[in-house]
């Protein structure tokens, strides 16, 4: 279990700490509000349909090389994000998004539910809950101060090389904690 905390909590840094600056990166592309909401709107529509076929192709091969797709790809897309100029590539953007969001979301309860024994995996999931968001509002809270030196598409390659590193993490260390299904957190 401790892979995934490391592996996600790398996900989760780079999701929270782009989220907010994200907003504002396309706010300065779209011209209304009613493009930021069109915007907004795809990305959970996309989510939605994507979980369906989602979780049916976890069922086919697994939970952690989804979780493996969907780091590589955030990496990838956190890389485009800083050329975007138009509401079209925005609206793209936000597509893939919600498509890898819900990749991420669906195949991570997969994989903490494999790894889990029955009696002890509300705890389980607790502590992974408690990891992950710990060190997601710790990396949060210190995004601020970092962009006082940076720029803004700092950020977002800083936060694509987090998600590859996610992804790594998971095929280097994943595969091999695989022969050991049920692991405690404490």
Request: net charge neutral; glycine share 8%.
């Amino acid at each position: 279990m401790r892979w995934l905390i490391v592996s996600q909590s790398f996900a989760m840094v780079a999701a929270s700490v782009s989220f907010p600056f994200y907003l504002l990166f396309i706010q300065n592309i779209g011209s209304d509000f009613s493009s930021f909401g069109f915007a907004y709107g795809l990305f959970t529509l996309s989510a939605a349909v994507g979980h369906r076929f989602i979780g049916r192709l976890s069922d086919l091969i697994g939970g952690q090389f989804l979780l493996i797709a969907y780091s590589i790809g955030m990496s990838f897309l956190f890389l485009l994000i800083p050329s975007t100029s138009s509401i079209q590539e925005v609206y793209m953007i936000q597509v893939l998004l919600g498509i890898l969001g819900a990749l991420q979301k669906t195949s991570e309860k997969v994989v903490i539910s494999d790894m889990t024994e029955h009696a002890s995996r509300g705890k389980s999931i607790g502590q992974y809950h408690f990891w992950t968001a710990l060190f997601s509002s710790i990396a949060v809270m210190g995004t601020g101060f970092i962009l006082e030196y940076f720029t803004i598409h700092f950020l977002f390659y800083a936060c694509s090389l987090f998600f590859l590193i996610s992804g790594l993490v998971i095929i280097i260390f994943g595969s091999i904690l695989k022969r050991d299904v049920t692991m405690s957190v404490d």
